[in-house]
């Protein structure tokens, strides 16, 4: 397994936070860290050095890190410690095939249900999109955080809090694998193409053809992730 990747210089100090919040906020901290590569799949959590990088007790971090255990970023290892999860191939696959079920049938719920205005709302995100996909000036961090809203919005006018809550734990585990797909070459080409063709079937307000315009989507990311 990889090193103990260096601190962040960039952390703000957990010192001033009410206890009931601290390792909430802990939580938050180490996994935006992940999310960044700060902290590899991998890699080995150095609590007494992230205790004390943070001015905390090592109580709230096994705490924040019981937070991240159960959503599947980080592995707990009895008399161990806990390290960054890596994930398998047969754990991505998993991953992707819940995603496109659900955010494929929430596609479909926005494409019959949705109000002009919502999709002026998906249209303008996409519009984004585009931009942050533009030849020369192409930034993968920008692309996957537009691309992350964009999914999000489409969610959230879908309107069901379950479906909600599942999509947002398994998109934290794809995230541990996310750089891998775009940075492939051509792939963020392909999937702003994708992307064109879910925008285009919800504006038709064609239920069917957005639902399988999303797995399509779900299936070629899975692809280029693999």
Do not use: C
């Not at 496109?100 to 929430?106: T, Y």
């Not at 489409?154 to 585990?173: C, H, S, T």
């Amino acid at each position: 397994m990889s090193p103990q990747s260096a601190p962040s210089t960039d952390l703000r100090s957990a010192k001033s936070l009410s206890p009931k919040a601290l390792y909430v906020e802990v939580a938050e901290l180490l996994r935006q860290r992940i999310f960044k590569r700060e902290l590899e799949p991998g890699s080995w959590i150095d609590e007494l050095r992230i205790a004390e990088e943070y001015g905390i007790s090592r109580t709230p971090l096994r705490e924040a890190l019981k937070v991240l255990a159960a959503e599947g970023l980080v592995t707990m290892k009895v008399r161990r410690g806990a390290y960054v999860t890596e994930v398998s191939a047969n754990d991505l696959a998993d991953v992707y095939h819940l995603l496109s079920l659900l955010e494929s049938d929430a596609a479909g719920v926005v494409a019959a249900k949705a109000s002009d205005a919502q999709l002026t709302e998906l249209q303008a995100l996409h519009a984004e999109l585009e931009a942050a996909a533009l030849p020369g000036t192409a930034n993968t961090d920008a692309f996957f955080t537009v691309n992350e809203r964009f999914h999000m919005r489409l969610l959230e006018i879908a309107n069901n809090r379950w479906r909600d809550q599942m999509v947002a734990d398994l998109r934290k585990v794809m995230k541990l694998n996310r750089h891998n797909s775009l940075l492939k070459t051509g792939r963020i080409g392909e999937s702003l193409a994708e992307h064109r063709a879910v925008m285009a079937a919800l504006l038709a307000r064609d239920a069917a053809a957005t639902v399988l315009r999303m797995r399509e989507h779900f299936a070629n990311g899975l692809e280029a992730a693999a």
